[in-house]
Every structure is written in structure tokens, then in C-alpha cells.
């Protein structure tokens, strides 16, 4: 058998990892191999490296220490039947038996399949393995049945028997109870088969109003992001065509098999190594275009997990007519999002009860902190407690608190809390020649997918569906062009025209959320907005100027009209009034100064990649050079315009 480590007690208790020519590091950080939830554990504790001397253990300058067979070490050349101990958590080391090898493939660097042998197939690896990753393999898979062979990563994932599965809080992974709001122009164009899996009736609800991104009148689905993950991953374990590794992609131990694949695809995220790694090719990314004044702008967020009491009709009405607090949830459950000034993303930090020390824990990973028997909301990766629950009279607290009652949740409805940094860039491309093909290899091509290509501010809810998009765009763009030969810059115009596109779209009302501008013209942050309404207090009105209460009302009242048709059920004017007055004047004044979401600008026509697909979509080709070619009579003789598949020919024969 191999050498496996297998864990003893703790949360990795039964579980085993297959050893390789891979270093498999422990620690409380999210990417180690093994994620050690024991406080006493460092962020980098330990690592097991492929030596001549066999598989040796080696501290990497711990806090606490690593012990094998209760002797602490700094290096140790595993033996069978070791146990190792890093914190309260213990793993045993079983040996290969020299007589019997079964070689994990998914730990070795090398092709998976002589080019020469499968000429036909399509081999591509696909880096990042979240909803983007896994609804691109499964749309190829399915376009280009039994001609693509595709292997995808991710390090989130862990092995379950024969199958892949997500890590779960024990193993550090605690960012999947999110929900995520999917456009119907989105899910219409996933299969039938990928539908199916996704949306059985206790999986989503609708609670947004059908827009201009709703295709037959169909309106948003609101999921989380667990079930989807799990959903799309549960399919791929049953596709043979697609090959899962669960272990973190690093482009630099993987230069000799990359040289046999045709495609690279890189969805690992906005924070992409592997797209840094090949920034040559992809271009420095421009953040001035989301810059006021010189300074590139980033919003931080507090994601409450929460349980709200209200109806739907009135969670979107509270919403939409504000810029402070954004509730995305399902059926109720979900996160409660608090856009936070310049001083309250400072005070974001957690302490340590132990070492009396400040850690940035839950503003710079982000962890998750959740409600503990005691009260307190405590990162189980770290040990940390968030700081401003614990000084339950901090400014910060009694406006989280605030937040919670406009949205009817009970303080003891709030289960967890993390945060987000949330800016963006402009990129200048999305598809790159990696490597040109030679005599031996078929030429490689990159391509930029999801967060990792358009990393959106989520606020008004396009990142997934931007990504979503973008794979199915690659996808159908490959089941045009690939023929068994070498792949062409041409192949993929339609694919950068659509990805250039839903960049300008979704990143314009990204904007748009990020800052407003005054009647006199002037652009500014809205969390400075936010932050100068706190600093000039409440306005109880006048006989000139109404309340901040009675002008909030008239808001509402009108985004009310405008969704009524759209959204039944919305509250009426006492209802609204009444719910309204349990705030504090403090609190009624930031909600008034924030402004409602800026539908107006941007609502109107929605990015369709399905415009750069449609069959008979013209493509121009030049007039042939041989002045006895006739093109047809009623076209201009500079040029005919033929439909893809004889354009592509006509190209060919050229």
C-alpha cells in the first residue's frame, strides 16, 4: 500500500492523506494540506518532505512544538507506526510496503496521456475547483463528450474513500454557508443534468424581483453556496472524463505536464497565485479606474450570520432603499452584510485570551468567528475572540446591533461573524499563449476565469454570475473550435469579446455601488458618507426639512411602487413606520445619508454572451486576392460575410 498519514483523534480522526513527491504541511492556516484546529498549533507547524532518506517530519519553528512518539523534534526520518502530535491532535504514519506500490497519480508530475496517442482529445487542467471550476469541467465535459480529458484542483478538498469531497469547518474550510444570488440568464445555460442536481425544491428560494437579467420572466435564486459547491462536486466525482486532485496547484511543479495540455484554466480566485505566476502573459492588471482622488478604493465588510423573522417583500425593501446593511439570505438564514467606515475597519480585530495579544486574524485571512457556549465568538483557527463583542458598549458593537434589529434578528440569532476586503481592477486580458507548440508538445494556452479573471464587489450580486458566464463562454467557444488540432488565437475573439464585456458591465455597477455623486457633481466613497453622517448626528426635521424617519419612508414608498408588480407582499406605510422607529435617530440618520442602491443607473440592458454564439452570427473573411472569385451578387465585392463553420474553412483553405 503507500504511505499514508492517518489521522488518530482530532477532526482529521479516520481520515488519511496519501504521501508523495509533494511536501504535505500542517498548521491552523486554511491552505496547509492538513489544517490543525488545536490553538496551540502555529500557522506553518510542521511539513513532511519526499527525501532520500525516505518521508522526514520537520518543525518549522513552531510555538509549541512537534512530537513523535513524545519526543520533540526538529527533524525525524519517519518510521512505520510513528505517531506524531501537533497540539492536542495525533497522526500515525503507516509505511509502503516495498512488495506492493499502488501509485496515487493525482500526487505525480507527469502527462497524464501521450499526445500522440489520444490525438483527438482535448487535455486541459483547470486550477480551482469552486463553482466556476466545476461548471466549466462539467459544461466541457458535456459539449466535448468523450474527446476532453480534464484534471482540476483544488486544495479545499479532501478524499473520502474513492471520492473528493470539501473540507468542512473542522478542517478550517468555514466560508461555505454564504448565499449567492443566481441570475436566470445564468442558470437557464447550466445543462440539464447540472439543473437538476441544483435546484431540487428546498435548495433555493426567490426572493428577488425579476429584472432585465431574468430570461421568460424567471426571477433570481437565491442558494447557498455549500449546496451548490457540494452539488457540482458530487456530479464531477461521477464524470471519468474528469480526473479531481485535491491539493493546491503551484504552476512551477507542474511546468513538464503543462507542456502536454492544451488549455490552462485558472479560477482559484482574485488573490490567484497561478495567475500571478504567469502575469507576463496576462498583463499588469489597473487599479487607477476604481481610484477617487489617487487612492484606490476597498470596502470592508462585516458578514453577520444571521436568522432574520421578516417576510422577503420587506427584507429586499430595507435593503435596496439603503447602503449600509445588505441581507442575502435563504428562507431567512444567510449573512447580513454592514458596509464599514475607515475607523470601524480598524477596531475589525480579534484578541488572544492566552497571550493578551491583538491579531488581525479575522480582517486579514478572513476567519470566522462563531457564537461559542459562553457568548463570545471565538475563531477556531486561531483561538481569538472578536474584540468589540467583548466591550459590548464599543461603537462598533451597538451599530452591529442596530443592524441586526432593522433586519428583526435576535441577538442570539447572530451565530457567526467574518469579514470581506472588497476592491477591483481592470484586466487587460483574459486569454494568453502560455507556451507555443513544437515538435513534441501541442502549444498551451491560459485563460483567466471567475474571481480570478473579474474579482467584482458583491454588493450588487454579479460576481458568481460574471464567473458562471465566463465558463460557459469558454466552454462553448472550445466545443466550436476544437477539431483534434493545434488551437489559434482565433479561436477564442468571441470568448475576449464576451469576457471584456461582462467586465464593463458588472464592474460598472460594481462601481456604482462603491461611491455615489451629489448634485453638484462631486463623487465621493459612500463609506465616507456613512462615516460623516455619525459625525454630524440626527435630524429630527423641521418644518422645511423632514425627519430622517419621514424621508426614509418616502423613499421606500417609492422603490415600493416600482417593485410592487414585480415583488407582491410589501409592507405597508404603518408597517414600514413602525419598524422603523424601534432605531435609534443615530442609526435612522446613517440609513437616510447612505441612499438607496442606484437601480437607475445601472439597470438596462444585461451582458448576453449568447449574442457572440448564436449560429448565424456573420463573420467577416477578406475577398480572395484571385480577381476570378465571384462572391455572391447582392454582397459588396470587398468582402462576403459567411457563418462560422465556412468562414473557419474558407480561413483554412486560404
Known amino acids: ?37 488545536s490553538p496551540n498549533a502555529s500557522r506553518l507547524h510542521a511539513e513532511i518532505v519526499a527525501e532520500d532518506a525516505g518521508f522526514v517530519l520537520y518543525d518549522r519553528n513552531s510555538r509549541n512544538g512537534t512530537f513523535v512518539n513524545d519526543q520533540r523534534i526538529t527533524r ?163 464524470k471519468a472524463a474528469i480526473r479531481l486532485v485535491p491539493k493546491r496547484f503551484d504552476p512551477s511543479e507542474h511546468q513538464n505536464r503543462l507542456s502536454q495540455e492544451h488549455l490552462l484554466v485558472i479560477c482559484e480566485g482574485g488573490r490567484s497565485r497561478t495567475r500571478e505566476y504567469y502575469a507576463d502573459r496576462f498583463g499588469a492588471a489597473d487599479a487607477s479606474i476604481y481610484s477617487l482622488d489617487g487612492e484606490h478604493l476597498q470596502d470592508v465588510v462585516l458578514g453577520l450570520r444571521v436568522k432574520s423573522k421578516l417576510p422577503d417583500p420587506m427584507s429586499v425593501l430595507l435593503t435596496v432603499s439603503q447602503n449600509r446593511f445588505l441581507l442575502n439570505s435563504l428562507r431567512g438564514e444567510g449573512f447580513l452584510n454592514m458596509r464599514l467606515t475607515r475607523e470601524e475597519a480598524h477596531n475589525v480585530i480579534g484578541i488572544d485570551p492566552v497571550r493578551h495579544a491583538f491579531e488581525e486574524c479575522i480582517a486579514a485571512r478572513p476567519c470566522v468567528m462563531s457564537r461559542e457556549e459562553d457568548n463570545e465568538f471565538r475563531c477556531p483557527t486561531h483561538g481569538t475572540l472578536f474584540l ?23 441577538e442570539d440569532d447572530l451565530s457567526a461573524i467574518t469579514s470581506f476586503r472588497l476592491d477591483m481592477v481592470q484586466r487587460p486580458r483574459f486569454t494568453a499563449q502560455l507556451s507555443r507548440p513544437t515538435a513534441t508538445s501541442p502549444g498551451t494556452y491560459g485563460f483567466l476565469l471567475g474571481d480570478a479573471a473579474n474579482a467584482i464587489h458583491f454588493w450588487p450580486g454579479r460576481g458568481l454570475n460574471s464567473g458562471l458566464a465566463s465558463a460557459l463562454s469558454l466552454a462553448r467557444s472550445l466545443s466550436r473550435a476544437w477539431q483534434g488540432g493545434q488551437l489559434r488565437d482565433a479561436d477564442f475573439i468571441r470568448h475576449e469579446a464576451a469576457m471584456s464585456m461582462l467586465q464593463y458591465r458588472h464592474k460598472s455597477r460594481a462601481w456604482n455601488a ?51 408588480s414585480r415583488l407582491p407582499g410589501m409592507p405597508a406605510d404603518e408597517e414600514l413606520r413602525d ?44 475577398r480572395p486576392a484571385d480577381p476570378r472569385s465571384v462572391a455572391p451578387a447582392h454582397v459588396p465585392q470587398e468582402a462576403w460575410f459567411l457563418n462560422p463553420h465556412d468562414a473557419r474553412q474558407a480561413a483554412e483553405a486560404s
Open 76 to 238: 525525524h526520518v519517519l518510521r512505520p507506526n510513528d505517531c506524531i502530535q501537533i497540539g492536542e491532535e495525533t497522526f500515525l504514519f503507516e509505511a509502503q510496503d516495498a512488495m506492493e506500490t499502488i501509485m496515487d497519480l493525482s500526487l505525480l508530475d507527469v502527462p497524464r496521456m501521450n499526445a500522440s496517442a489520444a490525438p483527438d482529445v482535448l487535455r486541459v487542467t483547470i486550477t480551482g475547483g469552486g463553482p466556476v471550476g466545476l461548471a466549466f469541467a462539467l459544461a466541457l465535459e458535456t459539449m466535448l463528450h468523450g474527446r476532453v480529458a480534464i484534471t482540476l484542483y483544488d486544495g479545499r478538498w479532501i478524499k473520502n474513500g474513492p471520492t473528493v469531497v470539501w473540507k468542512d469547518e473542522t478542517h478550517g474550510n468555514v466560508r461555505r454557508q454564504q448565499v449567492v444570488t443566481i441570475q436566470s440568464r445564468q442558470y437557464l445555460g447550466l445543462s440539464d443534468e447540472v439543473q437538476s442536481a441544483l435546484f431540487d425544491a428546498d435548495a433555493y428560494s426567490e426572493m428577488w424581483p425579476v429584472g432585465p437579467d431574468s430570461v421568460d420572466g424567471r426571477p433570481p435564486r437565491n442558494i447557498r453556496i455549500a449546496h451548490l459547491e457540494d452539488r457540482l462536486l458530487e456530479l464531477a466525482n461521477k
Open 388 to 410: 468589540p463583542a467583548l466591550l459590548r458598549s464599543s461603537p462598533l458593537w451597538k451599530r452591529i446591533r442596530e443592524g441586526l434589529k432593522l433586519f428583526d434578528v435576535a
Open 579 to 622: 419598524h422603523l422607529a424601534k432605531l435609534a435617530p443615530a442609526t435612522l440618520r446613517t440609513l437616510q445619508e447612505s441612499g438607496a442602491w442606484d437601480t437607475l443607473i445601472v439597470g438596462g440592458e444585461e451582458a448576453d454572451i449568447d449574442l457572440f454564439y448564436q449560429s448565424d452570427s456573420p463573420v467577416y473573411v477578406p
Open 1 to 37: 500500500m503507500p504511505s499514508v498519514i492517518v489521522g488518530r483523534t482530532g477532526p482529521f480522526t479516520g481520515q488519511s492523506v496519501v504521501l508523495g513527491s509533494a511536501p504535505l504541511t500542517f498548521g491552523r492556516k486554511g491552505e496547509n494540506g492538513v489544517v490543525i484546529v
Open 514 to 564: 462603491m461611491v455615489t455623486t451629489d448634485e453638484q457633481g462631486v463623487t465621493r466613497a459612500i463609506k465616507d458618507i456613512i462615516a460623516h453622517s455619525m459625525e454630524q448626528g440626527p435630524d429630527t426635521g423641521s418644518a422645511q426639512q423632514p425627519s430622517d424617519l419621514d424621508a426614509l419612508l418616502d423613499r421606500m414608498r417609492t422603490i415600493r411602487e416600482r417593485l410592487a
